[in-house]
């Protein structure tokens, strides 16, 4: 044992081993993968996922998990989601071995229009204050996913986030991080000051937190169930602030809201089928990037070089582009899903890309037309997964929190454009283009992976780079979410608006990149710079049919975890 110790310590001395080199595995990868036989949680925060553990472990199902999960959340990562915001889910039921998607976005203000901004001097929604506020959809959501696929009473779901938030919790590192830069923008707004900041000041790490309010609220929302948010006095009151404040979501807005069940769209990328929720969310971007990236044999492109930054980068930039014209609300203007997602136009737009020179400007395919967030995702022991996303966007949303509820009302209106005849221009009772996106990957119509990752623009790009690390790179879960991360930017516009690119945009590289690639990218006129934190945050729930267990993964961008039993 001491010849042992004695040949580590000169090892480390002669700078042959480093302290945090691993066994085995990938020397980016942070941990190894979590396995478990009954079930699975990873979520953005330790104590949100032993919350989905316990529901588990009381005979729960995943949507219960999820429910409970999220509730949390909620609580104690206030800065990325909560009941002010949307929701969106895929569900893997095992007892008909089918995918279900829910859409669980919220709506414009029906007494707002188009006309009003333009009246106003408006070029643009602001991202912050009543006028980006709309119709909150995750409660609803909640209640859709139970009614379906839940066993235990939502009151006993929601009953660990309500002790929690009368009793206090400590504020993690990364949440007290971002809190502390939202409190200076949203500060000046109604409610905010009395009820996300202590004296003024953020929670600092380590601190205890407590919202009674927010107890309060989803105690009265396991009592009454989903009208009491959307019908109740909850309703009235978030009313009551809007008019107040000179905002325009109404008691009717809320009264008359709805999400609905969606079949998700995919495409096979090398033997395994990627499943996305179709528009007014971003999903399909992904599948159009993979589409043209089947086109290449990354067996012989190495992870991390040009070569490989530069094809995924120029295939993402032609993918957004149609997102920017296509993707909006189907009520209002479809996308034509099928071609955007067909073989033919991936091969089509393929022969646009230069392995030389990086592309300045691109336009959208030509087709007629008619007419800062959390991800988790859980597993239960019969069979059945969800990969589930809610965001207030922009952080903490608009700042608007209604008096004596410990929520704030989320900004997802900014997503509109003022402009007319585009596919997402701002009209009333319409969803907007939205950025959060839940993930799955089946493989011979059985259920290989739930997963997402979380940063507005970033996501599509990121679902994109974990399906790559493990079917082209041969990564674990937990080395995909560990990978370092490529982001391109498209333009100057706010974080996930749907603009077209300008000048070719630029990319933005993860540490762990050599810099021989970024030296490669700039010869083909990329232009490359540096940024810190803008990489989203990634959960993932395999499924290892031969041993019949799950494996889990959640990374280390985040305060998260990964738990099983």
């Excluded at 229009?113 to 408006?122: A, E, I, M, V």
């Excluded at 032609?318 to 991936?346: G, H, M, Q």
């Amino acid at each position: 044992m001491k010849t042992f110790a004695f040949a580590l310590v000169a090892a480390l001395l002669a700078g042959t081993l480093h302290a945090g080199d691993r066994i085995t595995g990938r020397p980016f990868a942070t941990r190894s993968e979590v396995i478990a036989r009954n079930g699975m949680v990873a979520t953005s925060h330790p104590l949100a996922t032993q919350i989905g553990l316990d529901v588990l472990k009381k005979g729960g199902t995943a949507v219960d998990a999820a429910i409970a999960a999220n509730a949390a959340l909620g609580l104690m990562e206030p800065v990325s989601n909560g009941i002010g915001g949307d929701l969106f889910a895929i569900v893997w039921d095992a007892k008909t071995k089918q995918l279900h998607g829910y859409n669980g976005s919220g709506r414009s203000p029906k007494g707002l229009t188009l006309q009003w901004f333009k009246d106003h001097g408006y070029e643009a929604i602001p991202p912050t204050g009543p006028l980006p506020v709309s119709v909150p959809g995750a409660v609803d959501g909640w209640f859709a996913l139970h009614r379906r696929f839940g066993k235990l009473p939502m009151r006993d779901l929601l009953a660990p986030t309500v002790a929690y938030a009368r009793e206090g919790f400590p504020v993690t590192e990364l949440i007290a991080y971002y809190w502390n830069l939202s409190v200076p923008r949203l500060d000046k707004y109604p409610g905010f000051r009395e009820q996300f900041t202590l004296d003024g000041k953020a929670p600092a790490k380590g601190g205890i937190w407590k919202n009674p309010n927010l107890a309060a609220t989803l105690e009265a929302i396991g009592r009454g169930g989903r009208d009491a948010f959307y019908k109740g006095p909850i309703a009235r009151t978030i009313a009551k602030y809007m008019q107040a404040t000179g905002g325009f979501l109404s008691y009717e807005d809320l009264a008359s809201h709805a999400g609905e069940w969606v079949e998700p769209i995919s495409t096979n990328y090398r033997g395994f089928d990627v499943w996305e929720l179709p528009p007014n969310g971003q999903g399909l971007a992904a599948l159009q990037m993979l589409n043209i990236l089947e086109g290449y044999d990354f067996s012989k492109i190495p992870f991390g070089s040009t070569d490989h930054v530069h094809i995924f980068v120029e295939a993402k930039k032609l993918a957004f582009e149609d997102r920017a014209k296509f993707y909006a609300d189907p009520a209002f203007a479809r996308a034509p899903v099928d071609w955007l997602l067909s073989k033919d136009y991936a091969a089509e737009r393929r022969k646009l890309i230069s392995m030389d020179t990086a592309m300045k400007a691109v336009e959208p395919g030509t087709h007629r037309l008619d007419g800062d967030t959390i991800y988790f995702t859980t597993a239960d022991r019969d069979g059945n997964m969800v990969s589930l996303i809610q965001s207030n966007y922009r952080g903490m949303g608009s700042g608007m929190a209604p008096p004596g509820l410990g929520f704030i009302l989320q900004d997802r209106g900014e997503m509109f454009v003022l402009k007319e005849g585009h596919g997402n221009t701002y009209e009333p009772g319409k969803r907007p283009f939205h950025t959060i996106i839940p993930a799955f990957i089946t493989k011979d119509g059985a259920p290989w992976l739930s997963f997402g990752l979380m940063g507005g623009d970033m996501q599509p790009q990121g679902h994109v780079e974990i399906v790559m690390n493990l079917v082209d790179f041969g990564m674990n879960l937990q080395e995909a979410g560990d990978a370092p991360r490529i982001q391109h930017q498209g333009s100057t516009s706010p974080e996930g608006q749907a603009t077209p690119m300008a000048d070719g945009g630029w990319i933005e590289l993860e540490t762990g990149f050599p810099y021989e690639t970024v030296r490669g990218l700039m010869r083909k006129g990329h232009s490359v710079r540096f940024a810190n934190g803008p990489y989203g945050g990634y959960q993932a729930i395999g499924r290892d049919a031969k041993n019949g267990t799950y494996i889990g993964a959640s990374e280390s961008r985040k305060d998260g975890q990964a738990a099983g039993y």
